[in-house]
Structures are given as C-alpha cells and as structure tokens.
C-alpha cells in the first residue's frame, strides 16, 4: 500500500510562484509514473503534469505548459511540481497521483493512488 501525502499549497497572489511537494511512504514508487492533477471550484478533476517513471518524459495541460515543472527526486520518493506565474484561473485543490506503469498515463482513472489534495488560491 502507497500513501502519498501532499504538501506546499497555500494562497498567493497572481504571477507569484509555488512548489508543491508530494511524499510517498509504504514503498518505493521510483519504477512508476508519476502525476498531478487539479480540481477548480465546480469543475471535474483535470490533469496538469505528468512524469515518466526514468524522468525522461514529461507531459503537461496546455493550460500550464510553460509556467509548471513536474519534478521527480528518487532518493527521497517525492515528486515535486513548481509552478511560476500563477493566476487566478489556476486557484484548485492540487492532487499527486502514482501508479505502477512504465508508460506516462494522463486520465484520471489511470492512477491507482492519490494524495489528499492540497489548496491553492490565487487572488488577483
């Protein structure tokens, strides 16, 4: 059993940066894909990012592309997502999600585990 806890949220205002930290404990996920993802007020769950279990692919949202980084650290079982020029629009509980594929999974119903959310605000 993995648990994965998130960390890093909080409220800023637009165009500041923040790094959202997720921590794996019960085993290791270095062999497995790795991922974020959103939910805004009154929408479903989307993806944001996502990162090969080698780190050598990434993939995000068009939304976010450019302005978020998805980071791995297999030493410590985290991966970690920065995100620079926030903006309102990106305000969301933000989730890490793993699951043990070699491929790089983006659908919600791809990830076997998730995080319990953390929040974001962005205030303009």
């Known amino acids: 059993q993995v648990t994965l806890v998130e960390s890093g949220g909080g409220p800023v205002q637009a165009g500041a940066s923040l790094r959202l930290s997720c921590k794996a404990s019960?085993?290791?996920?270095?062999?497995?894909?790795k991922a974020w993802f959103r939910q805004r007020p009154g929408k479903e769950r989307e993806f944001v990012a996502a990162i090969r279990w080698d780190g050598s692919r990434s993939q995000y949202a068009d939304s976010v592309e450019g302005r978020f980084t998805v980071f791995r650290d297999d030493d410590k079982n985290t991966v970690d997502l920065f995100m620079s020029d926030l903006q309102p629009d990106d305000t969301a509980v933000y989730y890490c999600?793993?699951?043990?594929?070699?491929?790089?999974?983006?659908?919600?119903?791809?990830?076997?585990?998730w995080g319990q959310g953390t929040q974001v605000t962005v205030s303009s």
């Open positions: 999600a793993a699951t043990e594929t070699m491929y790089l999974p983006i659908g919600v119903s791809e990830y076997n585990y």
């Open positions: 019960g085993r290791t996920i270095s062999t497995w894909a």
